[in-house]
């Protein structure tokens, strides 16, 4: 269970090769300032450069200047907070993430472990159901307030026989204290097995549920 320190080198390695071909391509400030230096020497002596030409090319020059300036500072910013960002995924590893899923896969050991949001005090009801869609276990849980009431299946059915490993899909509704009922979505534990750095952000690979973006992640413990 590591970060891929690999593509994080790779990345950074596109990064400067990506800046580089971009000073290739631009005018830097020592272009600029030869460029000028071999305007005012030939120039035309009887149409000599004004004053306010000049400058305004000085004014160009500096402008010139500051923005590569700001955009190496830009540069070393960006560069420092992905590094940053690794280092904090890092500490992810081996938590627990609940992110909203509704297929999740059964070890044929640890329980699943999940939560459904509850708008206030009532019940909570999750439906598991295999592979070929049949349902296999109904869990309902007293919520006592509003927010997340959590749950937990134990991989077995309906009247308490184990079931095998493999993929299990679940549903979930809430029903209120009036026995008014309403669909809900449920959340799915899994353990941070990994953390992998990519162009779209940090990405999380979860036990039984696979790779998911940090965005999707509803909360860690």
Not at 18 to 34: I, K, N, S, V, Y
Not at 126 to 141: F, H, I, M, Q, T
């Amino acid at each position: 269970m590591s970060v891929s320190l690999e593509q994080m080198s790779q990345q950074f390695s596109r990064s400067q090769m990506e800046q580089a071909e971009r000073q290739r391509t631009e005018l830097g400030q020592d272009a600029f300032l030869r460029l000028m230096t071999e305007q005012l020497k030939y120039q035309d002596p009887l149409s000599p450069l004004d004053n306010a030409e000049f400058v305004s090319q000085m004014a160009q020059f500096s402008s010139v200047k500051g923005l590569q300036e700001l955009q190496t500072s830009f540069n070393t910013l960006a560069n420092n907070m992905t590094a940053n960002q690794g280092l904090q995924a890092a500490a992810l590893i081996g938590h627990n993430a609940l992110i909203p899923a509704d297929h999740g896969t059964y070890d044929g050991d640890s329980p699943v472990d999940g939560a459904v949001w509850a708008d206030g005090p009532g019940w909570v009801v999750v439906e598991v159901k295999d592979a070929e869609g049949n349902l296999v276990r109904r869990v309902s849980v007293e919520a006592t307030t509003q927010g997340d009431t959590s749950f937990s299946w134990d991989g077995t059915d309906q009247s308490g026989a184990p079931l095998p490993a493999g993929e299990y899909s679940f549903s979930a509704s809430f029903i209120d204290s009036g026995g008014q009922m309403s669909e809900a979505v449920p959340m799915l534990s899994g353990r941070i097995d990994s953390v992998v750095l990519s162009s779209q952000g940090l990405v999380l690979n979860l036990a039984g549920l696979g790779p998911v973006p940090l965005s999707a992640v509803r909360r860690i413990g």
